[in-house]
Structure formats: structure tokens, C-alpha cells
């Protein structure tokens, strides 16, 4: 079970709306200012992600949760999203090089089977997203800071 702790940002109706931030490694190298991967992630996306999780009990704003999904899930998922439109990328192209003998073909080919591939990927998503046994699960709750009592054992 691949873990992460996220923040509850709302829990209404028994669905918790919680935030998990994307870590990355950068700053812990000695290589900051010359490292390729520090840029790209200035450049990229967004670095945190809003996910809908289902629990019963009633959970805080900013409370702690620890996430869970299973392995086989993240695996297949990622097989999806990468491998189809290779695969549909390597056989169409293939098929059109057999088909028609040339570069161009073959590249017209790999085009469209990439793209292929990636709507195949899409299309199965939907489907695969909705199943229970892929969804994250919500696996410990941190206590809240009024829950929280510290006793100082020694000034008694």
C-alpha cells in the first residue's frame, strides 16, 4: 500500500475534500543551482492535488489524514496512461510501414496510433476510475490541536 499524508480542506455528507502536496527532491542536493529537474518543476504543473475520499465520521478543516491506495492500482493505472499510446504508437506505425512501404507512412502511422493510444487510454480511465478497489482510502486521522493534551510529568 503506497502511503501519503494530505490536509483536509472540507468534509460535507460523509466525503472528505483533502489536499496533498507533490514532493519533490529538490533542495536536498548539493547541485541546486545547475540541477535540470529544479527548473523543470518551476515550470511544470501545479504542486498540490484536491482529491474527493469517502469517510463516515466527521473530519476538521486542516486536520491531518493518512492516504492510501494499493500498488496493483498505481501500477495499472500507470500502465495505462504510458503503454497504450506506445503501444498504439509502435503498431500502427508497423502496420502502415508493411502497408505502404515508407518513412512517411510509418511516421503518419506512429502519429496516428499515438494518438490512438492515448484516447483508448482516456476512454478506459473513466471506466477504471470508478472502480472501488482504485479509489485512495482514508488509513489514519491525526488529532486535532484540541484534542491534543500534553501533560508536563515533571513539574508535579
Not at 484536491?50 to 491506495?69: H, Y
Not at 506506445?86 to 503498431?91: A, D, N, S
Request: glycine share 10%; with cysteine; aromatic share 8%.
Amino acid at each position: 500500500m503506497m502511503r501519503e499524508w494530505a490536509t483536509v480542506v472540507s468534509w460535507q455528507n460523509g466525503e472528505a475534500l483533502v489536499r496533498c502536496d507533490v514532493k519533490t527532491a529538490c533542495n536536498s542536493c548539493a547541485s541546486r543551482s545547475g540541477c535540470g529537474t529544479r527548473v523543470l518543476n518551476k515550470l511544470g504543473p501545479e504542486t498540490e492535488h484536491t482529491i474527493a475520499v469517502r469517510w463516515d465520521s466527521p473530519l476538521a478543516a486542516g486536520q491531518k489524514v493518512e492516504l492510501g491506495i494499493t500498488e496493483s492500482s498505481l501500477l495499472g493505472s500507470a500502465m495505462l496512461v504510458y503503454l497504450s499510446p506506445l503501444l498504439g504508437l509502435f503498431l500502427v506505425a508497423g502496420l502502415f510501414q508493411l502497408c505502404f512501404g515508407s518513412d512517411a507512412a510509418a511516421f503518419c502511422g506512429a502519429l496516428l496510433g499515438g494518438v490512438g493510444g492515448f484516447l483508448v487510454a482516456r476512454g478506459f480511465s473513466a471506466r477504471v476510475a470508478a472502480r472501488e478497489s482504485w479509489q485512495p482510502v482514508i488509513l489514519n486521522v491525526a488529532l486535532t490541536a484540541d484534542q491534543l493534551q500534553v501533560d508536563d510529568v515533571s513539574s508535579r
